[in-house]
């Protein structure tokens, strides 16, 4: 059950938009829709931000959104803010019926 | 309000036993799935396993199956993690946390437990 790859880093201008991929496998990301994302400040606890590849919990802002293609997600983030600098996670429902989350993504605002 | 707090900072010598704990308010404690995840200094989040209350019904990664014990007493709202034999590479924060409609995305986290063995 390895760890879903992502990026290690993305940067990003205020204002911008940049997105995050999460590259699994048919056996996770690519046989359910079932993927998450989540987003961690230094010294936080994690956030959900994005369920079931593009759902937006309550609260969260609708500069947020997530997408899938295959066995590739994706998490975009656009009018990119000084407080979305974070580390980013994706995860997965899998065919061994647990979850798994990514390498994570670290969100410089340049 | 739902709330999962966790037992506080811990710092144990390799070889010992400990057992972490999260407390559950504001729903129905054996109505949800509570799992377990670990973050090790400066790494990611790892799901380790775990625990439906209402059946005692576990599941674990298979990194961690034989390790650590997932555990709850419905009695008092109470999750647990614990580990007959702590180990240096056991050092990390680890989470609770709470899914919504099923058992693997978590809506609801605890505030995280830090455990050091040295």
Request: hydrophobic share 30%.
């Amino acid at each position: 059950q390895s760890a879903l790859t992502q990026p290690a880093s993305v940067s990003g201008s205020p204002g911008q938009s940049i997105t995050i991929s999460c590259t699994g496998t048919s056996s996770d990301v690519g046989g359910y829709d079932f993927v998450s994302w989540y987003q961690q400040h230094p010294g936080k606890v994690p956030r959900l931000m994005i369920y079931d590849v593009s759902n937006r919990p309550s609260g969260v802002s609708n500069r947020f959104s997530g997408s899938k293609s295959g066995n590739t997600a994706s998490l975009t983030i656009s009018g990119l803010q000084a407080e979305d600098e974070a580390d980013y996670y994706c995860s997965s429902y899998t065919l061994s019926s647990t979850p798994v989350f990514g390498t994570g993504t670290r969100v410089t605002v340049l | 309000e739902v709330q999962l707090v966790q037992s506080g900072a811990e710092v144990k010598k390799p070889g010992e036993s400990l057992k972490v704990s999260c407390k559950g308010s504001g729903y129905d404690f054996t109505d949800y799935w509570i799992g377990w995840v670990r973050q090790m200094p400066g790494k990611g989040l790892e799901w380790m396993g775990i625990i439906y209350p209402g059946d005692s019904d576990t599941r674990y990664r298979p990194s961690f199956q034989g390790q650590v014990t997932i555990s709850a007493d419905k009695s008092i709202n109470t999750a647990y993690l614990q580990w007959s034999s702590l180990k240096a590479s056991d050092t990390a924060i680890y989470y609770c946390a709470r899914p919504e409609y099923n058992s693997h995305t978590f809506f609801y986290w605890g505030q995280g437990t830090s455990v050091t063995v040295s």
